[in-house]
């Protein structure tokens, strides 16, 4: 049989493009055909479709516009915008391939827009009320369904034995319909003895609601009069009724349904039904199960059969056998379970069918579902007894839920309020109807409003799939799940009220109209927790968190939700500082001893210290005053610094042993940005040895200030700055400032890493007012820094950006930098490094102080004006490839300690390359020229004198310093044999124009499988 979701698509399809509904057998056929082929199949029917002689009726002569706009109107229940139509219109595919996109788009959507999961829920019913209605073989027998239509038409209610005991005739084939009509119109004395006329009107009444037509009664009278019997009359009428969807009153055939079924059309069974059937198809014949067995044997169950006895019967059917059922002993147990729990190897077979071999196969079955599905604590022991790893358990049972709710395609959103006892939540999703929802049923949703009306607790251990859920009212709710963080992390837990314990892995954030003054929130211990909240302070004031908020977790939290007090006590004189904080609350952030380090988010700060002054007069008079503190101002020292006598330490160390403080009273500390900071200042820093000091999250925006103020006694190792980039633009960190309040301070280490590997930049403004004698560029994406006023502390910048870096000293003072290297080969320069009007020459580029490479030399990619490729003292360049994107005069590319036998030069613009060796064509040599000039892109090459050949190369001789050596090389672009600004300059120092004419040769540049070469010449190039 073909699986439900193809069942289901193939009468989307259908009904969708020919907008009638089909039998059993079709849409199984069909389904059979899009199981094997997939989405080809899909196509190829809708083609088919289309080219039907009903589709040719319905569509010939249309555009694809207007075929476009009927189907998506049909669909979505709702015209289609202009622009969607435009979209298909003009995205290259056949209007059938488009057809099929809309169709099967919706049907199988399974994100969280409310809008499209509403369409899908109406579009469902649609297809449901085909796919689900009596098709002659009902739970009790098809007997019994006729003997209630026929009652139905008669108006009638006779006893249910009697009707049961007709219908068991009829299937018995004791007695025909005929004959069963005929017994049941003599009880019906009104129907059976009035008039014709009163017949006919009562019929009508009975079966459609309405009075017939002139032309109806009409008809039928003529039928009577010709001598066509009452029996004839019911039995053509309750044909009508069962095959058409769509009799003359719209409403006929539901109530008809209804009448003689119980069910409406399109009504499952109940989902706890369906779902045990779906799950015995899953641990015997390992399928999916089809909509027949679906409806047919998930109403058995509805009507109240035991689940163990219906398995006992599927075990004995024929599928069943040749798929598993015909296993024996530890074998059958493994067919089973491992629909179950995948990992064969996970499991101790031995042991569990030690505990089973005395049950019977169908128990087998029921005791594993029942086990693995239904112990809502997962604390069965009989599968907990026999998994090698245990804590997988959580996990396998998710899957196994997950993979029923996509079989039975449940929705993907849902507004759910808390039921009245533990671990129940209530919704109408999926079922129309209010229940409490399954493990399944929660599987399967992405996003959940839920609002709690009762308090609870609410586990989501199955809830693999959660992105959203919005939790509204003051209830207390308690969130429970047993998995890990790397198989469950909830990207956004919208708090809306403030009674909340969970323990669920995710993003939380509080809302602005919590009063988290008043709050009990609690979050779990060794759970990945990030909690954002924009803070209660207005005008300038302090934030107010009570002091039930608990956090026990390791992640992200914001500062805002850190407070601090400053009371100043006078007593005779005498001054008391006292320092509180609800710091504790959250030490679990700062002194966790594992890799597992916490975050603390100054995105947005808007909080401060409150700070008071008590004076107790001579008198006995006390006096209150408050003093004024400064705004957006975070005290790092509440964390770790010695000063404030560790807050942390000396509450945590006592009363959660797991939790340890690093380094005696000193905690792990960490910052990040998830927005702007609102220039925030964080006082008494001490900075870190390991991870980043600091992480920014995306772009914060050009607007983002956020200063470091370091006390006297920090430590100066390694700071570290992380930079995130925000895909497909650029993102900007704003002003990062470091100040110091200890004379003489030395950062060993600046490292920044820029991360990103598109053609985009990230952005940022640095000042560090301390000594630094390395400041580290490292990533994979282009970073333009700017360097404010305190520039001179500086001593050495090494880069290790792929994608290169702008570095712009701001302030206009020279700065002290010896060098400026890269500590591994550069693969791409994009720019060059500013030095400033007043930087030394070493800054104009790259000091080159190691060379590695795969292939056994070095390629620079992609390298453009301005560059300035420099070796450091005692390097000797390897096989070195320049590929030079652009170099003309004025922004050229230059390269000291150049070897003729060591660089080969690409010029992008020519298609030239400049090779070791004379195997192609010759170098012109121009000569030696003189010049006082000390930088090469000041110096004259001969503007307007004419060069008589392709490539050339000048001479260069500093008047100032004989032992100078440079080469100037041009290639003469537009071959009009005039140097000028649209040709290649290449400056080479250490070579003259002989030793360049007389060692290179130039040739026609190809590539070949991704390998650069020449069209002549042996020269070492490589790819």
Known sequence: MASLISQKTSVALIWSILERNTTSETYEYVGRLIERGGESAVVAYTTALFNSEEGTALYSGRSDEEILNIIYSRVYAVPAEQQVIDAYLSNGKTIAENTSEI???????????????????????????????????????????????????????????????????????????????????????????????FFISK?????????????????????????????????????????STEPVNGKNHDAYIHAVTGYIPGELPGVNYQEQMVAIYLALPHRDIDNKALVYYGRILEKGKSYHDLIDFLIGTKEFQNKGANLNGIDYLKHVFSALYPNENAVNYEKLWESLESKSKSEIVEILLNEFRYKSDYSSELIVGVLKFSSNYYAQSANFEEKIGNILGYKTTATLSSGSKDYSVIGTVNTGKEHSLTFAELAILKSINLYAINNIKIDLTTAKNLMELNVYGDKLTEFISHVASTTQFVNKINLHGANITSSMNGNYHISPEVDLSLAKINFGFNNKINVFWNGNSVDGGANHVSNDFIYKGYGTISANLITKQITSTEINGVVTNTISSNIANFASVFTYDTLSLGWLDLG??????????????????????????????????????????????????NNIPEVRVSNGNQAIMSFTLSKKADDVHVLNYWNRVDNYDLQLTGDVTSENKLTFHLTGNALYPTQSLGLYHTPGKDTYAGSI?????????????????????????NHLDLRIDAQVNSLSINGMRHLDLNINSYSDYISKIVINVSRGVDIDFKGGLKPSVSDVATSTNLDVITKSIEGGSSAPGSLQGMLIVNEVSSSGGSKFSNVSGEVYLNYAEGIVPSNTIIDIERSVYGSEVVINKFSTEKFSLIDQQSDIVILSGLNGHEIKDYGTILSSQTEPHNFNVRIGVGLSDKVGVFGYSNANNQSVKMSAIVIDNNDDHIFDVNDTLIIA??????????GMSYNTLLVTNGVVKAQEGTGFLFS
């Open 103 to 197: 169709i099967i788009g919706l049907l199988s959507y399974s994100g969280t827009d409310h809008g499209v999961v509403d369409a899908q829920s109406v579009f469902d019913s649609k297809i449901n009320k085909i796919m689900v209605t009596w098709d002659g073989q009902p739970v009790n027998g098809s007997g019994i369904i006729e003997m209630r239509g026929v009652n139905y038409l008669l108006g009638a209610s006779p006893d249910n034995e009697e009707m049961a005991a007709w219908g068991n005739k009829i299937d018995n084939h004791e007695v025909t319909l005929s004959e069963g009509i005929a017994h049941f119109l003599i009880l019906s004395p009104e129907m059976n003895n009035g008039t014709d006329e």
């Open 989 to 998: 120092y250490d070579v003259n124009s002989h030793d360049v004419a007389n």
């Open 203 to 243: 019929l009508f009444d009975n079966a459609i609601d309405r009075a017939p037509s002139v032309t109806e009664k009409e008809a039928y009278l003529t039928q009577l009069a010709e001598g066509v019997s009452r029996n004839s009359i019911i039995s053509d009428m309750l044909d009508d009724l069962k095959n």
């Open 737 to 761: 400032n470091y100040i110091s309040e200890q004379l003489g301070a030395v950062f060993d280490n600046f490292d920044i890493y820029s991360y990103g590997n598109d053609q985009y930049s």
């Open 604 to 653: 947005g700060y808007v909080g401060k210290t409150e700070a008071y002054r008590i004076i107790q007069k001579p008198d006995g008079s006390v006096s209150h005053e408050t003093i004024a503190t400064q705004n957006h101002t975070f005290d790092a020292g509440l964390i770790n610094s010695p000063g404030h006598e560790g807050l942390i330490a000396s509450v945590w160390k």
